[in-house]
């Protein structure tokens, strides 16, 4: 288990105090009961060591702890060693001064990997047997202090391990919390972003319903009651005939409003085939001087629903421009499943064209329809020449 290489371990203050205070202790115990015949030179040397090993332990090791290299941390360890040693080796038993090895223990926990601890821990007992073994020759004193020595450097490297372990779990879990509440703002970033975008959305699909459905009603409407009125004189039974076509239009395109209410809520088509609707479309739109014809190729098949509404309204508009603009006489139609995965409609007339394609909301809605289904949109079209649109979708 690698630690990582930005250890902000909190108790790295304590151990430094822990470590000094280790050290200060053994000193003192050590010069309480100086062996026989220690000198001033000695007393030095030990105090000398002492100061180089505490300062090392300190400001060395915060060095170290912060970098990833294994190198100096390697280098770290050898020198606390010879230093630790020579202390144990000049101190000659007295007091705890085999003790002054164990704050390296907690040392290695904390900087070094799983494989690294194990190594360096087995130096550390190394150093403390060769260091007692050089001052007293003979195995009987390195026994008699082995068990503790051992039992306390156990003790440091567990400790410090659940020490480690639980801080670090602390440290990921609030390095969790604060990314799961940055991605919590951004979430509530992204869903006011969608809100808005939705209600655009809902807004231009209803538009494009009211144009493509009531819009279209209305203008057959309009049409039929202008020709009622051109007539009434000369030939009112006819006249008649037109203004009860208008009023069977304006039941149907209360119907249409309901049904696009409905699909608005529901995404719901009805229960006649886009052939069928179609064939009912143009029963209501034909008027006595524009025919309309309506041709269907390859076997009709179910349509998702989307592909189906949007088709139609296409076939709707285009019927709805020709009555408006187009000054044509026959209008055709024609829807085409021949192909396994497309299915295409094409509406042309030959009216008298344009020499330019405008964008007015009819062509705008009907551009957005094809573009949310994924298909196709071709018009072609010239001054005197007719006018012509054909949609191709998956389905």
Not at 90 to 99: C, D
Not at 124 to 147: D, H, K, R
Not at 287 to 297: A, C, G, L, V
Request: glycine share 6%.
């Amino acid at each position: 288990m690698k630690k990582s290489s930005t250890n902000e371990f909190n108790i790295t203050s304590g151990t430094d105090l822990a470590f000094a205070l280790v050290v200060l202790i053994s000193y003192f115990a050590t010069f309480s009961k100086p062996p026989q015949q220690t000198s001033l030179f000695l007393i030095t040397i030990l105090i000398c060591l002492g100061v180089a090993y505490i300062t090392l332990g300190i400001y060395g090791f915060a060095f170290v702890n912060q970098i990833t290299s294994l190198i100096p941390k390697v280098l770290y360890f050898v020198l606390q060693l010879v230093i630790g040693g020579l202390i144990v080796y000049f101190g000659k038993g007295a007091g705890f001064s085999g003790l002054i090895l164990l704050p390296l223990v907690a040392h290695t926990a904390m900087t070094l990997n799983q494989d690294w601890v194990l190594a360096a821990n087995a130096s550390i007992l190394i150093t403390y047997v060769v260091s007692v073994l050089s001052y007293a020759n003979s195995w009987v004193v390195v026994w008699a202090g082995f068990p503790i020595f051992f039992a306390g450097q156990i003790f440091i490297l567990i400790f410090t391990q659940m020490a480690y372990t639980e801080q670090q779990a602390r440290l990921k879990m609030e390095k969790l919390a604060n990314d799961l509440s940055e991605a919590n703002h951004h979430l509530s970033e992204y869903a006011g972003q969608v809100k808005d975008l939705t209600i655009s959305q809902e807004r231009n699909r209803l538009a494009r319903e009211i144009h493509d459905g009531l819009g279209h009603y209305l203008t057959t409407i309009n049409m039929q009651i202008k020709a009622a009125l051109a007539i009434i004189q000369k030939e009112p039974n006819k006249a008649y005939q037109l203004l009860e076509n208008a009023e069977q239009l304006t039941t149907e395109a209360l119907l249409d409003v309901r049904n696009s209410v409905s699909a608005l809520r529901e995404d719901s088509i009805g229960n006649l085939s886009l052939a069928e609707r179609i064939s009912k479309l143009i029963e209501t739109t034909t008027s006595p001087d524009r025919k309309i014809n309506f041709e269907i190729r390859g076997t009709p098949r179910t349509l998702p629903p989307q592909i189906d509404v949007s088709l139609f309204r296409v076939v709707q508009e285009a019927i709805n421009n020709a009555n408006k603009h187009s000054l044509s006489t026959e209008v055709n139609i024609n829807l085409n499943f021949e192909l396994q995965d497309y299915v295409s409609v094409q509406v042309e007339d030959n009216g008298q064209g344009a020499e330019t394609i405008g964008g007015g909301f009819g062509l705008i809605g009907m551009k957005e329809r094809i573009r949310l289904i994924n298909g196709t949109l071709e018009i072609k079209t010239a001054k005197d020449q007719g006018f012509s649109i054909k949609v191709s979708a998956p389905g």
